[in-house]
Nanobody
Framework: QVQLVESGGGLVQAGGSLRLSCAAS????????TGWFRQAPGKEREFVAA????????YVADSVKGRFTISRDNAKNTVYLQMNSLKPDDTAVYYC????????????????WGQGTQVTVSS
């Protein structure tokens, strides 16, 4: 059974940092893309960043480019989202997702999803 378990969310002041983790289990993800989405109250789910397990190539949304970094630890089967210079607009539930297809993942149609972790940025 495939599981994606997010952790690392919390409450932080504007300008602060958080690192989210997504621990993957249940299969080999070497041929997969894994990424992060977020959904704020009353808004649609938004793509944040993605990474290919095999090559380490990363893709980051323009809205967070320069502030957020995605990385992975193959040995731990874990993907990270380092979030710096956080703004109140970054407040959302952050979801981890994984799919064999990067393009399918980026449009939000990933095969696997985590339960989400809340990130709240206070002004």
């Amino acid at each position: 059974q495939v599981q994606l378990v997010e952790s690392g969310g919390g409450l932080v002041q504007a300008g602060g940092s958080l690192r989210l983790s997504c621990a993957a289990s249940g299969r080999t993800f070497s041929s997969y893309a894994t990424g992060w989405f977020r959904q704020a109250p009353g808004k649609e789910r938004e793509f944040v960043a993605a990474i290919r397990w095999s090559s380490g190539s990363t893709y980051v949304a323009d809205s967070v480019k320069g502030r957020f970094t995605i990385s992975r630890d193959n040995a731990k089967n874990t993907v990270y989202l380092q979030m710096n210079s956080l703004k109140p607009d970054d407040t959302a539930v952050y979801y981890c997702a994984a799919d064999p297809s990067l393009s399918r993942l980026q449009i939000g149609s990933a095969r696997y999803w985590g339960q989400g972790t809340q990130v709240t940025v206070s002004s």
